[in-house]
């Protein structure tokens, strides 16, 4: 149990469209989900955390208008990067908490944005 | 400011045991979590402490100090396939996870 799944797991884009990515967790219910961002040979980078049925909190120096993040359901997070840049190239993680137990953080499989 | 400590690198030999660091200073604390990286992929999660000593689970342990704020990631019976990443996060008061740096776990035959 306890799977997040992420799509896409790759996408390739033209700079200045905007990207979506979509992260679901498919078999539990998670009221907060987080979206990572993690370069080359780097840790983990906290982007936001998003709550269902509330506007996501963004980390220092993120900018909300530009990674916009919608949590309508239990199960299903987006991140969209608008007017996207070759310095937004990344990979994006997320991750989604249960309910209950420990606060652990399952993780989606990432989503590798190249832009050119 | 919340830190967390763990080194950068690490080398070991197959077959052998490694144990991974991590010195956490965190406002609060609830939990401290392992997880292991392998180079473009998710973590994926090993182990949980909240709780002084030791966890064993398979050829993986973690240990943990709350009065010192230390914890310990050891790997017996090293293979290849454990060359990654390893990830120690603490939870803190507010239930925010803080991640360390990670460390690179190279396993040489």
């Known amino acids: 149990g306890a799977v997040v799944s992420q799509h896409p797991s790759w996408v390739i884009c033209k700079s200045g469209t905007s990207v979506k990515i979509e992260c679901r967790s498919l078999?539990?219910?998670?009221?907060?989900m987080f979206w990572y961002r993690q370069f080359p040979k780097q840790s983990l980078m906290l982007m936001a955390t998003s709550n269902e049925g509330s506007k996501a909190t963004y980390e220092q120096g993120v900018e909300k208008d530009k990674f916009l993040i919608n949590h309508a359901s239990l199960t299903l997070s987006t991140l969209t990067v608008t007017s996207a840049h070759p310095e937004d190239s990344s990979f994006y993680i997320c991750?989604?908490?249960?309910?209950?137990?420990?606060?652990?953080?399952?993780f989606g499989p990432g989503t590798r944005l190249t832009v050119l | 400011g919340q830190n967390i400590d763990q080194p950068t690198e690490m080398t070991a030999t197959e077959g052998a045991i490694v144990q991974i660091n991590c010195t956490y200073q965190?406002?609060?604390?609830?939990?401290l979590f392992w997880y292991q990286q392998h180079a473009g992929e998710a973590p994926t999660f090993l182990s949980y402490n909240v709780l002084d000593g030791l966890e064993e689970k398979g050829r993986f342990s973690s240990f943990l100090s709350r009065s010192k704020g230390y914890s310990y990631l050891l790997l017996k019976e090293l293979q290849m396939k454990d060359s990654a990443s390893y990830l120690c996060?603490?939870?803190?008061?507010?239930?925010?996870?803080?991640w360390g740096a990670g460390t690179k776990l190279i396993i040489k035959p």
């Open positions: 965190t406002s609060g604390f609830n939990g």
């Open positions: 991750s989604a908490r249960l309910l209950a137990g420990f606060n652990e953080q399952f």
């Open positions: 996060a603490v939870t803190d008061s507010n239930y925010q996870l803080i």
């Open positions: 078999d539990f219910q998670a009221t907060t």
